[in-house]
């Protein structure tokens, strides 16, 4: 018994060893019908067919990954996938950060405009003053920034988005390639129309981790083989058959080349604006860096400092510093333990970061007025809120409460697409700050005009009948007793909310806002990087919410009293 339990252990044993790793391959499912989920909830599509097969021709287990496009890079670099394989055009930009395999699709870059529009081809959009937008992270967006100097663009998340601004006449083009601009084109055939002839031809290819120096990547002449007989085969013109059939006969109309008719040679247009990108020293930003660094660090020191009447029960000091020494060592070693494991694989690019350093700075200095513009604002309409909740009027008070109730029932992402795509296009207002620094008020209102109420009712209806009994109207009863109370009592919860404001406005980025977290991505995405820019972007909401913090809970010390 005991033999046979050894033979069956070592069966499994051999069983596990000889098992292949999966081949992990990341790509956006959201752009059909090279990358989606179908009606069953599966992936499908070109690129999952490409996927499938090339799995197949290593003798590998497939298995996808769903991650947004500006996110690919990022995720090939720090292992999280193997391949990327999500209609990804090579780029000299892109090959800094990761390398290519042979291409297998040739298409260009197209426009697509509102239908009464005056643009005919790529000369008109040189037009000084137009608004163009492109979607983040994409050749139309590189192309956009080097090419049209003197146009407006704006950068969105997604393709409907950018689609929907073009329908909505809010801008005169969207830069995206050739097959999406015709099938968002038949999405909006009564308001919008499609200019396919390219704008600057370009080649797709499935992206591979750039290696380590002195090592060699081994998939990448799998890959390279497999693609050349994957072409030899005639499979990719099986593909075109299933799920290009009306796209192949639209450009063979247009006397265009179709996407898989590969072109040996495309030229590539460098930008040298970011080539030839320099760590310089900026002596004012590391000044202003410093200094808000220092503010930071000194806010956060007092703000988990304990109080005396807590640190007095330990009397041995000694171990108290020991406990420290011991808990920041510890801190230490599992941050060195995850960088090392990181660099193993991950190539870091802090140069194009550093070279977009007051671009991004200019956003953290606009998410801080544009969050203190929305307190202002979300002040009035609280206080209307509790005003109406107390009003003699039932329709009034029956209003207040279910504007509270449905708002802070609603996610901000709703409220914020639905404010600026539905209600601001009804009334005509295009100023996307404006319309997300009142969107963000809406929603913050209701939450405050809930702790005002809250507070208004702590103090005691005790207090408000005595007030009354010595004379007072109510009007008085409320200025002189109730509500100075009151604002003592909320005034640490308003500290607090306004840092969930700053952090709340991150998601303006939505509707194409450019603050902290919007500038931020437009850098990452214009020098495809990744964890450098992340970084920075939650120091730089630390350097905001720590010092208010900080604010907060001396506030919740200073107005504290026994009732």
């Not at 098992?19 to 690129?47: H, T």
């Not at 995206?176 to 396919?196: C, G, M, P, V, W």
């Not at 005691?460 to 009151?486: C, E, H, L, M, N």
Request: glycine share 6%.
């Amino acid at each position: 018994m005991r033999s046979l339990s050894s033979l069956i252990y070592l069966l499994l044993l051999q069983l596990s060893f000889s098992a292949e790793e999966p081949l992990v391959v990341g790509m956006e499912l959201e752009y059909p019908p090279f990358e989606f989920v179908n009606k069953n909830g599966s992936s499908d599509g070109v690129s999952v067919q490409l996927a499938k097969a090339l799995a197949e021709s290593l003798n590998r287990p497939l298995e996808i990954k769903n991650i947004k496009f500006d996110a690919l890079i990022t995720a090939l670099k720090t292992g999280s996938i193997d391949l990327i394989i999500s209609s990804m055009t090579a780029t000299d930009e892109r090959r800094k950060s990761i390398d290519f395999s042979d291409p297998y699709v040739t298409t260009g870059l197209a426009m697509l405009v509102p239908i009464d529009s005056e643009i005919k081809g790529g000369e008109d959009l040189r037009k000084e003053g137009r608004k163009i937008v492109v979607k983040l992270g994409t050749t139309g967006e590189a192309y956009a920034r080097k090419e049209l100097k003197d146009a407006v663009i704006l950068t969105m998340q997604h393709d409907p988005a950018c689609a929907l601004e073009v329908s909505q006449n809010k801008v005169d083009a969207w830069i995206y390639d050739q097959l999406s601009i015709f099938k968002h084109h038949k999405n909006h055939s009564e308001t919008t129309r499609a200019i396919l002839t390219p704008l600057r031809k370009e080649q797709w290819a499935i992206g591979l981790r750039k290696p380590k120096s002195g090592e060699v990547n081994s998939l990448e002449s799998k890959v390279n083989t497999f693609i050349k007989k994957f072409r030899e085969s005639g499979e990719f013109d099986k593909l075109a058959e299933v799920y290009l059939k009306e796209e192949k006969e639209l450009v063979n109309k247009l006397g265009i080349p179709f996407i898989f008719d590969l072109e040996q040679s495309v030229e590539e247009e460098k930008d040298q604006t970011e080539t030839d990108l320099a760590f310089k020293e900026d002596l004012p930003f590391l000044c202003v860096l410093f200094f808000l660094l220092s503010v930071c660090l000194v806010s956060f020191y007092f703000l988990v400092r304990e109080d005396r009447s807590i640190s007095t029960r330990y009397n041995k000091r000694s171990f108290e510093f020991v406990s420290f020494a011991v808990l920041w060592m510890i801190l230490i070693g599992i941050t060195y333990f995850i960088f090392s494991s990181l660099n193993q694989t991950y190539t870091w690019n802090w140069e194009g970061i550093w070279s977009r350093r007051w671009q991004m700075f200019g956003g953290w200095i606009r998410t801080i007025w544009v969050s203190l513009l929305a307190l202002v604002l979300c002040v009035f309409l609280a206080v209307s809120l509790v005003v109406g909740s107390k009003s003699r009027f039932k329709a009034v008070r029956f209003f207040c409460r279910s504007y509270t109730e449905i708002i802070r029932g609603s996610p901000l992402l709703v409220i914020l697409i639905v404010g600026y795509y539905v209600i601001a296009e009804a009334v005509d207002v295009n100023n996307r700050l404006l319309v997300g620094v009142v969107l963000l008020a809406v929603f913050s209102g209701a939450y405050l005009g809930e702790i005002i109420r809250g507070g208004i009712d702590s103090v005691g209806k005790t207090q408000f009948d005595a007030a009354r009994a010595v004379g007072f109207s109510t009007f008085q009863a409320y200025r002189y007793v109730i509500i100075p109370q009151a604002v003592r009592r909320v005034l640490p919860a308003v500290a607090g909310l306004f840092i969930m404001l700053v952090k709340d406005s991150s998601l303006l980025s939505v509707i194409g806002a450019e603050e902290f977290t919007k500038r931020t991505e437009i850098a990452r995405a214009a020098t495809f990087t990744g964890l450098e820019a992340f970084i920075p972007l939650a120091v730089g909401y630390l350097l905001i919410t720590i010092p208010l913090a900080l604010v907060s809970r001396y506030l919740e010390r200073r107005l504290n009293y026994e009732s």
